[in-house]
């Protein structure tokens, strides 16, 4: 693979001042590729996947039902003091969810929205009905680094003393090869998991990389200069991969998805094509 990581790493050096890290392999294989794998980064909207992969755990523990009804609100308690805080709906890309206050809504719709339109007022939701420190233990649990969570989202104290939610590239490719091979609570709720990832409806990133109609479960993850995706890709005619590419310091709304869909375009020649 070394024509691939030479590839890469002159993607990354045409695109300027930014720091990339990048993991992509086989389910149940050998890293192709492993670029700053253990750097931390910010993790914006990603740590909506272990939330994700704790309320099937909690579900399966009995803990909290996917059907259990939860109330929405939106006020939400700091981590730092515990200072009221609001989400501002022009700030979420989800905004139907704010219209329906005081309305019980079942949480495995709150998961599907958090997911496939990056809802954050959905997220901080279920984070404060599990509670961010058994999402952060659920990591622990599975046997991954390089994954924390501390809070929910948009808090902003918090976020001014620097307590942020942080991944690594090889982090979330561990947590989503273990769904890829079926490991995380079982076979079948792994399946459900990848099933709402791959309807997420944001696809400048990995999808735009791959050919048209290759399935891809992933996860966006984007504030002010910082960009990531994460995914398990399902080519037509080799094994599954994962790939995933965290970015800082470019345009998350252009230069940040173009480049991570020109890194899929070179791993998917190299490893989905080939599956190496």
């Keep these: 693979m070394t024509r691939l990581l030479e590839a890469v790493r002159g993607l990354i050096l045409d695109a300027g001042e930014a720091s990339v890290a990048v993991v992509?392999?086989?389910?149940?294989?050998?890293?192709?590729?492993?670029?700053?794998?253990?750097?931390?980064?910010?993790?914006?909207?990603?740590?909506?996947?272990?939330?994700?992969?704790?309320l099937w755990r909690a579900a399966f523990s009995g803990t909290c039902g996917l059907d259990e009804p939860i109330v929405v609100?939106?006020?939400?308690?700091?981590?730092?003091?515990?200072?009221?805080?609001?989400l501002d709906p022009a700030d979420d890309s989800e905004a139907s969810l704010y219209a329906r206050a005081g309305e019980a809504v079942p949480a495995r719709e709150l998961a599907r929205l958090m997911i496939v339109r990056?809802?954050?007022?959905?997220?901080?939701?279920?984070?404060?009905?599990?509670?961010?420190?058994?999402v952060d233990a659920a990591m622990r649990d599975l046997g991954i680094d390089g994954l924390r969570v501390l809070r929910g989202v948009e808090?902003?104290?918090?976020?001014?003393a620097g307590l942020n939610n942080a991944v690594s590239a090889a982090g979330l490719a561990r947590l989503l090869e273990l769904l890829a091979m079926g490991r995380v609570v079982s076979r079948a709720a792994s399946a459900e998991m990848l099933d709402v990832l791959a309807a997420q409806e944001f696809a400048e990133g990995i999808p735009a990389g791959l050919p048209a109609g290759t399935r891809v479960a992933h996860k966006?993850?984007?504030i002010a200069g910082l960009y990531h995706d994460a995914g398990v890709v399902?080519?037509?005619?080799?094994?599954?991969?994962?790939?995933?590419?965290?970015?800082?310091?470019?345009d998350e709304r252009t230069a940040a998805p173009a480049l991570v869909a020109?890194?899929?375009?070179?791993?998917h020649g190299a490893v989905g094509l080939a599956g190496a």
Excluded at 73 to 86: E, Q
Excluded at 155 to 160: K, L
Excluded at 262 to 267: G, M
Aim: net charge positive; aromatic share 6%.
């Design 24 to 54: 992509a392999r086989t389910v149940g294989g050998p890293a192709a590729l492993a670029i700053e794998a253990e750097r931390s980064f910010h993790a914006a909207s990603t740590v909506k996947l272990p939330v994700l992969v704790e």
């Design 73 to 86: 609100r939106n006020t939400f308690a700091s981590l730092v003091g515990g200072v009221p805080f609001r």
């Design 118 to 134: 990056s809802s954050n007022l959905a997220t901080n939701l279920l984070v404060e009905r599990l509670g961010a420190t058994r």
């Design 155 to 160: 808090d902003g104290a918090a976020f001014a």
């Design 220 to 222: 966006t993850g984007s």
């Design 234 to 250: 399902f080519p037509d005619a080799s094994p599954p991969y994962v790939v995933v590419v965290l970015t800082s310091g470019l």
């Design 262 to 267: 020109a890194i899929v375009r070179e791993v």
